[in-house]
């Protein structure tokens, strides 16, 4: 049971990992098309190298597992992100809200595999 859990985890982490990667590269390779995304969702377009740089820390003390709190807040981080994404997404009615929702769910099942695949009872 304990390595169908492993499954889980890793291929849940592995595809947000992807999608993340997939992000950062598009805000510093495709910036101009970033930047109107961003000014059309209504978000300053100053935020979007910090946050290229924020998701690639976050991937980082998610996959090293070094330090427990800090992976706790590179989830939260993330959870804040894409719940943000979703609903502006939502508000401005462009239809491109399924990216954030797929997001939300392969967070969502990493953070909870974490949990359960890796707690020092199983």
Do not use: C
Request: glycine letters at 4%; aromatic letters at 18%.
């Amino acid at each position: 049971m304990n390595k169908r859990r492993k499954i889980i985890y890793w291929t849940s982490t592995i595809a947000l990992t992807a999608l993340m990667l997939m992000s950062v590269y598009m805000y510093l390779f495709n910036h101009e098309e970033i930047r109107t995304a961003f000014a059309n969702l209504g978000y300053p377009t100053y935020l979007i190298y910090p946050l290229a740089v924020a998701k690639i820390l976050g991937l980082v003390a998610i996959l090293t597992d070094k330090s427990k709190m800090l992976k706790e807040w590179a989830y939260a981080g993330f959870f804040f992100d894409f719940i943000l994404a979703f609903f502006a997404h939502i508000m401005v009615s462009d239809g491109q809200y399924p990216g954030a929702l797929v997001a939300m769910v392969l967070l969502i099942v990493s953070y909870i595999y974490d949990k359960l695949a890796f707690s020092e009872k199983s």
